[in-house]
């Protein structure tokens, strides 16, 4: 079964800095494409950050230029680094993979358990 195991979420003042890590474990093969989603009370689940199988990774508008998605293919790992924080990143982040392949089966979206991050102003 595959599994994303997250860490690194906390709670920080405004303008600080995060890491947050996300790793796909169970016999993966391959993994199209993975980044991250975030869903603050009583809003939509969003797309963050996204790197695809085709190379180019993708931001929410509100976190370009903060924001840096890094991916290694080999080890089926990305880690989200957060910049200048602000109240309103504050969120429940979770790692999100699609088009992974483990042993000859394909799964399509699949949600970590979710790392809270807070900002306090």
Same mark, same amino acid.
């Given at each position: 079964q595959v599994r994303l195991v997250e860490s690194g979420g =906390?709670? #920080?003042?405004?303008g600080?800095?995060?890491?947050?890590?996300?790793?796909?474990? =169970?016999? #993966?093969?391959?993994?199209?494409?993975m980044g991250w989603y975030r869903q603050a009370p009583g809003q939509r689940r969003e797309e963050v950050a996204l790197s695809?199988?085709?190379g180019y990774t993708?931001?929410?508008d509100s976190v370009k230029g903060r924001f840096t998605l890094s991916r290694d293919s080999a080890m089926h790992t990305v880690h989200l680094e957060m910049h200048s924080l602000k109240p309103e990143d504050s969120?429940?982040?979770y790692c999100?993979?699609?088009?992974v392949v483990s042993g000859s089966i394909m799964t399509k979206d699949v949600f970590g358990q979710g790392?809270?991050?807070?900002?306090?102003?």
């Open positions: =906390g709670l #920080v003042q405004a600080e800095s995060l890491r947050l890590s996300c790793t796909a474990s =169970g016999r #993966v093969v391959s993994i199209d494409d695809t199988r085709r993708r931001y929410t969120a429940v982040y999100y993979a699609d088009g790392t809270q991050v807070t900002v306090s102003s």
